[in-house]
């Protein structure tokens, strides 16, 4: 297993569109151990393909307390959101840092191949609702601060650019 490096904020491929798996293989399961590796490693609850500048309809989730209940979602596809809404802080492994309210629906049914390949219906609510929410934005593309004012998305950006090459 190896750790993967993770994008960060506002780099321009995490605004690329992932594309469907087509195989579920060995190159795709070598990647979901180490996605959730790399997931653990920086104590998130989520982390899509597109973060690590891989642009596959993959997903790896962990919102249990123990870390020790993994959710691979392949392909995932929302096929239900409930009415109801809820704004809660949201953070990204992508934007260290910066935690700011999205609002987001509470609960989600969302289809997706599973490690083996199989077909797998997930009921969501609460903060695995919120996760799954997320993390699939980001295979579209989206990163949660595009939700903000366009003055926050400025102050976010300009943030994260310093604090990037201070680094350096
Ligand atoms: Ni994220």
């Known amino acids: 297993m190896a750790l993967l490096s993770i994008l960060c904020y506002p780099d321009a491929r995490l605004h690329k569109v992932a594309k469907p798996i087509t195989a579920v293989d060995e190159r795709i399961q070598t990647l979901i151990d180490d996605m959730l590796e ?27 307390e123990e870390r020790n209940q993994p959710l691979v979602l392949i392909n995932p596809e929302i096929t239900w959101m409930g009415d109801e809404r809820v704004k809660g802080d949201e953070g990204c492994l992508s934007v260290p840092g910066i935690y700011d309210g999205v609002e987001r629906a509470t609960a989600v049914k969302v289809t997706a191949l599973d490690r083996q390949g199989q077909s797998q219906t997930i009921e969501a609510e ?37 604090a990037q090459k201070a680094e350096r």
Do not use: W
Not at 56 to 64: A, K, T, W
Not at 126 to 150: N, R, T
């Open 38 to 64: 790399t997931m653990y490693n920086a104590n998130g609850i989520g982390l899509a393909a597109t973060q690590i500048d891989v642009h596959e309809r993959l997903v790896v989730i962990d919102v249990s």
């Open 126 to 162: 609460g903060l695995l609702a919120i996760c799954i929410q997320h993390e699939m934005d980001h295979l579209k593309g989206k990163v949660f601060v595009e939700y903000l004012s366009p003055l926050k998305q400025g102050r976010i950006k300009t943030k994260l650019v310093k």
